[in-house]
Structures are given as structure tokens and as C-alpha cells.
């Protein structure tokens, strides 16, 4: 059951019964796809824009202007509240999609685009949808550059991977009016067989690893003995010449 409240702002849609939200699975995804914008209010001829908002004017169904935050007045029955754009970040979830890498690999990969209108009149004109537009043209930014790197790539140069799907989507998105700020990957999900082999990958390094560590050792170990033993050898020589000369001294002074 629907309740439409009425003040002199806006109509504001009141869900009473959530078991009727379960039934009507479109009701949530029109919810969750009107961020971008707000309800139409009621056109009472005196209207309060709330901050960080632009409400695009529409007369005779022809757009006339743009009401900035604050008091604006308006001609009843011939003007109206075609849109109310958002001019607050937003933060849209990209949903996992299949890609496939440079060496042939198959990602599932999503991620979290944040974004804000920058112009309201094409917001509200050049696209029909500008959540929708911009998270399939993400999808399809992500596939593209994705296939451009391979496997490695895509972990070591996750940030350079953002960077360019947000460039992308700012050459397309202009016309939108949409300006995005960055693009985050948030989960990246290999194949077993992938994964597996990444594992193994990973213990044979570490295996080396130990391998190299364990013959340095043995290595320095070696040295240190034959240092030492060079070191006794040497004492032993200069002590055994010291005693040489010591008699030799000793008898050259008995002569004397």
C-alpha cells in the first residue's frame, strides 16, 4: 500500500508494508537508481532549492532555466519542475563482469566509481538514465583496458588500471554532464586452475628463497672457517719465526 504525503515542497512516497517491497522487486531497483534524482517537488509558485541541488525549470514543456539554492519563484501551471539533479559525489557500485586479460586469462572483477553531475541541463537532457549509461560504459572501459595487460599487470599496476578507466569515462561522459573522479577496483576473483597455479608459483619462490638463504649460509660458514683456519696458520708461523729469532738473539748474546 502507497500513501502520497503532500507539502509544500515536494510529494514524498511513503513504503508502509515491506512485504509489498519483496513483491515488487522493481520498486527497489527504481529506488536505487534514482540518486541521481530527487523528487519532482510541487510547483506552489514560491520555491526553496535545498543546497547542493539544481532544479531544471521547465515552461509549456520547453526547458527555461536553471533555479540556483535558495528562494525562486515561479509562474504556477505554466512553469515546472522537469528534473532535480544532485550535485553531491556519488559513489555508484559497478557490478562483477567476466573480462579477459592479455595472456588470455578470465577475471571477475567489480569495482566502485565515484562521480558527480557537473552539468545539470545535460544530466537531464543528453542522457536518459546517467546511472545506467555511466555503469555500462564502465563495464565496458574495465573489459577494454583489461584486455590490454596481462595477468601480472593488473596487480602491480592496479592504480595505473584506475586511472585510465576513469580518463576514458570522462571523454565519454562529457556529453552526459557527468564528470568522474575515480574509479576503485574492489574485488578481483581468479580461476582455481589460476589460483592453483599462482600457489605454486609462489611456494616454489619461497622454496628458492630458502634454498639461496641456506647456501649462504653454509657459504659464510665455509669462509669463516677457512678464515680461521688461515688466521692460526699465520700465528703459528709468526710465532714459530719469533722463537727463531729469540735464540738466535739469545745465542748471539751468550758469544758476546
Known amino acids: 500500500m502507497l500513501v502520497c504525503k503532500l507539502n509544500p515542497m515536494r510529494f514524498t512516497t511513503i513504503v508502509?508494508?515491506?512485504?509489498?517491497?519483496?513483491?515488487e522487486p522493481s520498486i527497489l531497483s527504481s529506488i536505487a537508481l534514482a540518486r541521481f534524482k530527487s523528487s519532482k517537488p510541487f510547483n506552489t509558485g514560491i520555491l526553496f532549492v535545498?543546497?547542493?541541488?539544481?532544479?531544471?525549470?521547465?515552461?509549456?514543456?520547453?526547458?527555461?532555466?536553471i533555479l540556483e539554492p535558495g528562494l525562486n519563484f515561479l509562474i504556477p501551471f505554466l512553469d515546472r519542475v522537469?528534473?532535480?539533479?544532485?550535485?553531491?559525489?556519488?559513489?555508484?557500485?559497478?557490478?562483477?563482469?567476466?573480462?579477459?586479460?592479455?595472456?588470455?586469462?578470465?577475471?571477475?572483477?567489480?569495482g566502485v566509481l565515484y562521480l558527480k553531475v557537473s552539468d545539470p541541463y545535460l544530466a537531464s537532457y543528453g542522457v536518459e538514465d546517467p546511472e545506467f549509461a555511466i555503469t555500462q560504459l564502465a563495464q565496458t572501459t574495465m573489459r577494454?583496458?583489461?584486455?590490454?595487460?596481462?595477468?601480472?599487470?593488473?596487480?602491480?599496476?592496479?592504480?595505473?588500471?584506475?586511472?585510465?578507466?576513469?580518463?576514458s569515462l570522462n571523454k565519454a561522459s562529457a556529453s552526459w554532464g557527468l564528470i568522474c573522479f575515480r574509479y576503485e577496483i574492489r574485488d578481483i576473483k581468479l580461476p582455481n586452475r589460476v589460483q592453483e597455479a599462482m600457489q605454486m608459483q609462489v611456494e616454489a619462490e619461497r622454496k628458492k628463497r630458502a634454498a639461496i638463504l641456506d647456501s649462504e649460509g653454509i657459504r659464510e660458514a665455509d669462509i669463516n672457517v677457512a678464515e680461521g683456519k688461515r688466521q692460526s696458520t699465520i700465528l703459528a708461523s709468526e710465532a714459530e719465526q719469533q722463537e727463531?729469532?729469540?735464540k738466535a738473539q739469545e745465542k748471539d748474546n751468550q758469544q758476546f
Open 82 to 110: 522537469g528534473y532535480v539533479q544532485s550535485l553531491k559525489e556519488l559513489a555508484i557500485d559497478i557490478p562483477k563482469q567476466s573480462a579477459v586479460t592479455l595472456d588470455n586469462v578470465t577475471l571477475n572483477i567489480d
Open 50 to 65: 535545498p543546497q547542493q541541488e539544481a532544479w531544471i525549470v521547465e515552461r509549456m514543456g520547453k526547458f527555461r532555466r
Open 16 to 23: 508502509k508494508h515491506q512485504r509489498l517491497l519483496s513483491r
Open 144 to 167: 577494454s583496458e583489461l584486455g590490454k595487460i596481462s595477468l601480472d599487470k593488473v596487480f602491480r599496476e592496479r592504480e595505473n588500471l584506475n586511472y585510465a578507466i576513469v580518463e
Open 244 to 246: 727463531q729469532i729469540n
